[in-house]
């Protein structure tokens, strides 16, 4: 049942406008679609300077995070529980109301972020790929804000799309900008390169300024490549919200949960890890993170480690594991 009733916390930011029918239609037939202007300049600069702040502070995700991060390219995950912007963007922006604008339906949970940055002249491609494969939750009311704090043109980091390929049944490996082989241990195939079949495939790309925000969902097939520039930084956001068919899915292979969560297979996100955030946020999943910095959970991590041995990566394992 719905927790609405136990919330000090005020209704979501109204968006700068609503999505417009056209939008939301190219978003259905298409599978990705480009919404100009939905976020405001204050917002953009504030999510300049807390990028800078949590890069300076760690390289990002990985073990080859540090090369990566010297190659131009930086990249982490569930920043919001510990960085405060991070934090406010996510719950209580008006994101979560863009959300059910696009999945309907009577509640709207914050399934996580991303940053990706790549610095001017970074040559890290990001491999085509679809979004739900690295995931431990299956269903498919899951929608993705990219936003760009820079601006950026499509064939030089713009994030590309092939038209109408959310409605494929096929499902790629999840391949990382630095082919990480824990993400990669599935028998899925590698998608194509798409982007060397530019005759044979439609794709959806656009030039972007700070502000526009990419729509996706968690089948359309997406890459993009390096940012050539040479003197423009390329830092985006990717927020990510769930709705009603979204349920927790362990699988090998897919993105770690660090923290507690408390679901069992087949329940619908929520809790503190993916709390709830429209109609309102509820003061129980939440009130933790409000207190202060929440580090990953001892145990969560000493789980997904174990996991990752038994699967015979990690130290003294047969191959290298995204935590080694
Ligand atoms: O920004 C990029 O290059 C990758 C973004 C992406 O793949 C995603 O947000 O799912």
Not at 205 to 231: A, Q, R, T
Not at 293 to 305: L, Y
Request: with cysteine; glycine share 8%; proline share 8%.
């Amino acid at each position: 049942m719905a927790q609405t009733d136990s919330s000090s916390f005020p209704d979501p930011a109204q968006p700068l406008r609503d999505l417009t029918r056209e939008e939301l239609d190219a978003y259905a037939r298409d599978g990705a679609v480009c919404a100009r202007g939905l976020i405001d300049h204050e917002t953009i600069e504030r999510m300049r300077g807390a990028i800078e702040k949590v890069t300076r502070e760690e390289p990002g995700l990985g073990p080859r995070a540090e090369e990566l991060a010297k190659a131009g390219f930086e990249a982490n995950i569930f920043i919001w529980k510990k960085n405060d912007d991070f934090r406010d963007l996510a719950l209580f922006s008006s994101l979560p109301h863009l959300a059910q604008q696009v999945l309907g339906g009577d509640r709207v949970n914050f399934f996580y972020e991303q940053y990706f940055v790549k610095r001017a002249g970074c040559s890290t491609e990001t491999p085509w790929h679809q979004d739900i494969p690295f995931w431990p939750v299956s269903g498919s009311q899951i929608i993705s804000f990219w936003i760009t704090l820079d601006p950026v043109v499509r064939e030089s980091s713009g994030l590309e799309f092939v038209r109408g390929s959310h409605r494929w049944q096929e499902r790629y490996k999840a391949v990382t900008p630095d082919y990480d082989p824990y993400m990669m241990d599935s028998d899925l195939p590698e998608a194509p390169n798409f982007g060397k079949q530019r005759d044979e495939q439609e794709l959806l790309g656009w030039d972007m300024e700070p502000g526009d925000v990419l729509l996706f969902g968690p089948v359309v097939c997406h890459g993009s490549e390096g940012n050539l520039s040479p003197s423009q930084d390329r830092r985006a956001l990717a927020f990510r919200y769930s709705g009603e068919d979204v349920v927790f899915a362990p699988r090998h292979a897919t993105m770690p949960l660090l923290w507690d969560h408390g679901l069992e297979p087949g329940e619908r996100l929520s809790g503190s890890l993916f709390p709830q955030v429209w109609p309102r946020v509820i003061d129980a999943e939440v009130a933790r993170r409000c207190e202060g910095e929440e580090p990953p959970s001892p145990a969560a991590v000493g789980a997904f480690f174990k996991a990752l041995e038994e699967k015979g990566f990690g130290p003294g394992g047969k191959k290298p594991s995204l935590f080694s």
